[in-house]
């Protein structure tokens, strides 16, 4: 198979498979006995205190004319048709403070004090349960909505026995429901396993923040549908949603900040921190009680605005460039397709007041799939991304080792000691002696003895040179019989004792085992000497010196035999 | 690897607890739904008849099911006290149980009737028995009828309160598992929908379906085991299945993990091993489906089978490990292996704990209310998931790892450090190569005259560089394609695919060219070299080693033309001086 059919095949099966598991799943949906009953019309609506002429909820069109500080009462006759067990009813409220009378007896009240307060009214989803004593009683449903332009300060108004109303509930809300739940669970446990690698890989902060975001968003989803009540506590479910928005902002920005290593673009970093800092203004004037979310809600529809033109922006110029790595764009690629959807989503519910929030609309599929799409990247890039960084990074640094040490003797290669000569002249006002060290006879060895014999004379030498220079010094074979040191401290007699100490112990080897005679010329030249920055020429003063010491060997030896 | 400060890893190691700590929060009563009335658990004052004798005044957990044979009932007795419920309800969750309860005498709720009659098995479910009327006492009586002859019956967790109250309670303990489950259920979901990008573009390894199986396995496992099957799905057929074959296809799943995950010979055990474990939930569902054996039934079979299996897995990993670090090679580490063992040794600590939680309940504090459940299960398979997930990334890592180190290593392994030029090895691998060929190729021999004078006068220093400016122009007058190689000190080679005879002289004069302006320039040392080529079709039959020894021959040929011609000049230049008495005749070779 060539990449090319590859990569055509993959996705053919990724989507056959998703659909045979959504399809089978889809058949997991309520069966038709479920008895529940939308009480949608029937009602007498009055805005206050004028009948309307339909008795429809979703027909009742001036929704959009009821304003601060109006009052909607919905009221019906609720008869015993459904003969259920445990009567209940669901419905959900939007900015608005309510009561519930069964009969003039007060079943529920929700926010009243706060509305008298004129607080931030929050959403919810209200499961009312009534006595089975309700026959022939008059229901009504007393709104106090304390936002404009809002449609459907009361939505679907569900009624049942309570379990198939619970049912009901949760099976139409089961995607963001399991959606949200996911990603809550899957953004912790990556946060913690990435913090974790965090203290060893500094490099994955993108990691740690993409988490962050993925566990932001499955907690803001659950609160977008009003359906923490399942699970938990749903009093500060709207609280939650904003907040979880209005940290989900930055966040944003870090990564893209982080992949893009823009942080310290003047541009960028204005734009962002000025978005940051908005976020943070907004939920302090929340939590102060000076502006509450919803009244600020277009500053930061604005905001969500230009992070999806930055993001925007990023990928265009990404496909133009090719400058991302490959994980960085999948990452970028999973920002940008919630952010497209969150702002259109926001667009369609500020001018056209459509009923987005509701289950099984076009745009509650979008939404949900959209976070989920995220996880999805988030979790292509740990499968591709990170393991492949991860790898280069170990095998760098096996390599390092790999490609700086001599393999014969260990000790570190030519190429390390150019490289340390390098550094060693950007140190300025450092003294340092460089040795240049020759070993003696190693071509004579090599060429009777057999290159065996040369080895173990290279690594009995080597292994000599290790021992004795140990401290503040590092030793390098940079060629075949050839040797240097660089020590950083010691003065002229530390460095003599330490060749003397050196030779001494070769010729003690010499006596010892007595296959080949161990001998070595040697020079140094101190930086001092030389007077310049330039490794180099120290390093020729101290060869020139070698030379000098393996001539007069040389001198001697030949001389010896003649006297 | 850049050293952190134990400092800094302490700090980051506290920030990383934040996030189990906010896990314990999420999962403790803070959160919880406020309850308007409070809830009586009906756990004692029980007036209880089984086998025709009847005990008084006992508590719930104290009866034992257990002993109960197929169609015969026990029967348990309250008073219920007076409330203000709005809507007074008792729950209480049952399987294998058929249910009757009534009211003061009057029957007011019954369950599983038409099942047990028509021989199929009983769901398990949580019921909701409606009282009426919630002010006065009332007597109520429940009569529970085994449905199987099995041990593992199930009742608990009564309760007496408002029906809205009772479905906030029943999340008191379980919303942790619940996002635990419906986690490894669309993490599994998930994977296998990317199953076919991981396996066909990324890696051959299919390790990672299966993780997606035990996932799926565990998260509908918990999920069912919890109950919350009764909130989400409202078809009872749906649960028989569910209870129970995500429970017998887990040891399947974690064979197969652990042998597509392991580089090891799968071997007759281990086939035996997976075939067993895949063929008993098949056989189970068929038996089921037949309505000869209730899948409820095979629990027993299924948990030797789970035990024996795990037993296996653990000792075969332990027993991998140890062989791998025994054997242990420089690329292949065992980190992702370990942390597998770390995941099963989690996961078998933790169904060790509830396991003996559930006996210290039963036998020893005489309750069997396990409003617990298998907590320790559900996060013990969360730790499993996320080690497999982890054990997945190290292992892509590894394989991506010793790929690259090869090739890297190649890399270093077959270039000369000095020149940068092919090295001795790689020189001889391609003549190798080439000797097996049928391809036409042509191969220079060179060598670089006076290395050992450079050496010696000037050091090596200055060698190094007389070998590199040499190798230099060696890249600029052979063709882009050809590889260059340094055989020994002064030993190169240029091996060209094609008959390049006809080019060759023009190469070489590029080559004298760019020697003669060096020369020009350099002072210090002055290059000259010998070379010969020879081409494999005319030069031999098979071995590219024998077309590098005319080649090499050839060279020596000039090489000798070289000497001759310099010692013929010193001669010519003693003997002009002998007979003319003048000197200095200039040659080209420094000595």
Known sequence: MTMKTKIIIAPILSSLIAIVIFTVLHSFNLSEQMRVSYLNDGWNIYHNSVLQDTDNLTEFESWKTVKQGDEVILERVMDDSYNTIFPALIFKTEFAAMEVYLDDKLIRSWCMNKYENTDFILNRNHFISFARSFHGETLSIHLYPTANGIEDYCNDIVFGDYSSVETYVINSYAYPIIVGMFLIVFGASLLFISIIFYSFMPQIKVQIYSSLLCLLTGVWLHSFYDVHFIFMNDMHTTIIGFSMLHIMVPIAYLIIGEIRKYLNKKAFNIIAYTSMALCILLMLLHFLHIFSFIQTLPVFMVMGLVLLVIVFYEFIMDTRKHELEKGSRIILLSLFVPTLWLIVSGIISIFNHGNFEGSHTPIYYIIVTSTMIYAMFIMIYYLTYVTESYALQREYESLEHLAYADGLTDLPNRSLYEKDLIALDKEKNVDYCIISLDLNGLKDINDTMGHSYGDSLIKDFSSTLKRCFVENSTCYRIGGDEFTVIAKKGSKEDIEALLNKLSGSLHAMNIISPKYTRSVAYGYAFKHECDTNNSRIVYLLADKRMYAMKRAQHEKMNLLPRV | ?591
């Open chain 2, 1 to 591: 690897m850049k050293a952190i400060s134990p400092f800094r890893v302490m700090l980051i190691m506290l920030l990383a607890m934040l996030v189990p700590m906010a896990m314990v929060i999420f999962g403790s009563s803070i959160v919880n739904m406020p309850i308007e009335h409070d809830i009586v658990y009906l756990d004692d004052n029980w007036t209880v008849t089984v086998h025709d004798t009847t005990y008084s005044n006992v508590f719930i957990s104290d009866v034992n099911f257990q002993t109960l044979k197929k169609g015969e009932s026990v029967t348990l007795t309250t008073v219920l006290p007076a409330s203000e419920f709005e809507l007074p309800c008792i729950s209480f969750s049952s399987s294998m149980f058929v249910i009757d309860a009534y009211l003061d005498n009057k029957e007011i709720y019954s369950f599983g009737h038409d099942y047990f009659d028509a021989g199929r098995m009983v769901p398990d479910i949580i019921h909701y028995v409606p009282i009426t009327d919630g002010t006065n006492s009332h007597i109520f009586t429940l009569v529970l009828t085994s449905s199987e002859n099995s041990i593992f019956t199930k009742f608990g967790g009564i309760s007496f309160g408002d029906r809205q109250d009772l479905s906030y309670d029943f999340m008191r303990f379980k919303r942790i598992p619940l996002f635990i489950s419906v986690f490894l259920f669309v993490f599994s979901i998930l994977i296998l929908i990317l199953v076919p990008y991981l396996i066909i573009i990324q890696t051959r390894d299919i390790s990672i379906m299966f993780s997606a199986g035990l996932s799926l396995c565990l998260g509908l496992y918990i999920f069912t085991y919890n109950e919350f099957l009764t909130f989400y799905v409202d078809k009872l057929y749906l649960h028989a299945y569910l209870n129970y074959l995500p429970l017998y296809f887990i040891p399947f799943n974690a064979i197969c993990l652990y042998l597509s995950s392991m580089d090891r010979k799968v071997e007759w055990i281990d086939v035996v091993l997976a075939t067993v474990n895949f063929m008993f939930p098949i056989g189970a569902l068929l038996l089921h489906i037949s309505n000869l054996v209730h899948l409820c039934l095979l629990l027993s079979t299924s948990h030797i089978i789970i035990l024996i299996s795990s037993v296996y897995i653990v000792i075969r990993l332990i027993i991998d490990i140890n062989n791998n670090i025994r054997a242990h090679s420089d690329y292949n580490s065992n980190s992702s292996r370990t942390l597998l063992l770390v995941g099963v040794f989690i996961m078998t600590i933790c169904a060790l704990i509830d396991m003996l939680r559930l006996y210290v309940r039963k036998y020893y504090l005489g309750t069997s209310n396990d409003s617990m459940g298998i907590v320790a299960v559900t996060y013990g398979s969360l730790a499993l998931v996320l080690c497999i997930i982890v054990n997945y990334f190290m292992h892509c890592m590894e394989h991506i790892n010793s790929k690259n180190v090869k090739a890297h290593l190649q890399g270093l392994a077959y270039s000369d450090a000095l020149t940068g030029l092919a090295n001795r090895a790689r020189c001889e691998q391609m003549l190798a190569e080439l000797s097996g060929s049928k391809k036409i190729y042509t191969i220079v021999s060179l060598d670089l005259d006076h290395l050992k004078q450079v050496n010696d006068s000037l050091g090596h220093h200055e060698g190094d560089v007389f070998i590199q400016g040499f190798a230099d122009m060696l890249v600029k007058a052979f063709p882009k394609e050809s590889l260059i190689g340094r055989m020994g000190g002064d030993e190169f080679i240029v091996i060209m695919f094609g008959d390049h005879t006809e080019n060759c002289p023009t190469y070489f004069q590029i080559l004298r060219d760019a020697m003669d302006e060096q020369n020009s320039k350099e002072s210090k040392f002055s290059y000259s070299a010998s070379w010969g080529f020879a081409v494999s079709s005319m030069d031999s039959k098979g071995s590219a080693k024998e077309v590098y020894m005319v080649a090499d021959s050839r060279m020596y040929s000039m090489k000798q033309r070289h000497h001759n011609a310099t010692i013929k000049r010193i001669y010519d230049a003693i003997s002009s001086a002998l007979v003319e008495e003048e000197g200095g005749a200039d040659n080209d070779d420094e000595n």
